[in-house]
C-alpha cells in the first residue's frame, strides 16, 4: 500500500531555515512532489525529484533517498508569506506511459512563520 | 494562475441531490485529475482521465463519476449526496508527455451539503 508521512505542525522564526521530512513507501514510484498550499487556495507546484540528491530552486530545495524512502523540503530566508502547508506527493506511473501520475498526497505540514 | 478553471466556485445544496462540477485544463493539457479535500482527510485523488479515458482511480464513491469530453473538459458528477461529501473539490491537469509531469491545481470548488 502508499503511506506518506509528513508532521502536522511545525513553527518558525522569520529569516530563519526549516526543514520539512516526509517518509514514504510503495511501488511504482514515479518522483517526489512538494506542494505548498495557503488555507482555503489551490496547491501550487514547488518541486519534483526522481534521481537521489538535492534539487535547489531559490529559497527552496528538496531532496530525495529512494533507498530509505526519504525525502525533504528546506525552506531557507523565511518570510511571513510562507505561512502555508507543505504536501509532500508521491508519484505512481499510471498503467499505460507516458499517461501522467496518480499522486499520492501525505497529510500536509503547516509552517507557521512568526515575526 | 494555473490556467485551470473551475466552475462553479461554492456550491449550497441539501442532502440527497445532485450536483456537477466542471473543470477545464490548461490549455494542451491531456489528463484531468481529481481530489477530493475535506479537514479531516486531507487531499484524497479520486480519478484520473488522460485524453478522453479512464487511466486512475483513487478512492472515488459508487455514488461518484467523471468523464473527460473530446474537448478535453471534465466533469464530475456527485449523487446521492450526504452531510460528509462537503469538502473542497480540484481539478488539475498536467500534459502527460514524460518528465516530472506536475500537476496544476484549479481554484477548487467549494461544496457544502446541508
Known amino acids: 500500500g502508499q503511506n506518506i508521512d509528513q508532521p502536522t505542525e511545525m513553527t518558525a522564526t522569520e529569516g530563519a531555515i526549516v526543514q520539512i521530512n516526509c517518509t514514504y513507501q510503495?511501488?511504482?514510484?514515479?518522483?517526489l512532489f512538494w506542494y505548498q498550499q495557503h488555507a482555503g487556495e489551490a496547491p501550487t507546484f514547488l518541486s519534483y525529484?526522481?534521481?537521489?540528491g538535492l534539487e535547489e530552486k531559490g529559497r527552496f530545495s528538496s531532496f530525495l533517498s529512494r533507498s530509505k524512502g526519504y525525502s525533504y523540503l528546506l525552506l531557507k530566508e523565511l518570510q511571513m508569506k510562507d505561512s502555508a502547508s507543505y504536501l509532500c506527493?508521491?508519484?505512481?506511473?499510471?498503467?499505460?506511459?507516458?499517461?501522467?501520475?496518480?499522486?499520492?498526497f501525505g497529510g500536509g505540514t503547516r509552517v507557521l512563520v512568526k515575526p | 494562475d494555473s490556467g485551470v478553471t473551475q466552475t462553479p466556485k461554492h456550491l449550497i445544496t441539501a442532502t440527497g441531490q445532485r450536483v456537477t462540477l466542471r473543470c477545464s485544463p490548461r490549455?494542451?493539457?491531456?489528463?484531468v485529475y481529481w481530489y477530493q479535500q475535506s479537514l479531516d482527510q486531507g487531499l484524497q485523488f479520486l480519478i484520473q482521465?488522460?485524453?478522453?479515458?479512464?487511466?486512475a482511480k483513487g478512492n472515488i464513491l459508487e455514488r461518484f463519476s467523471a468523464q473527460q469530453f473530446p474537448d478535453l473538459h471534465s466533469e464530475l458528477n456527485l449523487s446521492s449526496l450526504e452531510l460528509g461529501d462537503s469538502a473542497l473539490y480540484f481539478c488539475?491537469?498536467?500534459?502527460?508527455?514524460?518528465?516530472?509531469?506536475?500537476?496544476?491545481f484549479g481554484p477548487g470548488t467549494r461544496l457544502t451539503v446541508l
Open positions: 482521465y488522460y485524453n478522453g479515458e479512464e487511466r
Open positions: 525529484n526522481v534521481l537521489d
Open positions: 490549455s494542451g493539457d491531456l489528463s
Open positions: 506527493a508521491e508519484g505512481v506511473r499510471a498503467y499505460i506511459k507516458a499517461a501522467g501520475n496518480k499522486l499520492t
Open positions: 510503495t511501488s511504482g514510484f514515479n518522483g
Open positions: 488539475a491537469s498536467s500534459a502527460s508527455q514524460g518528465g516530472p509531469d506536475e500537476q496544476f
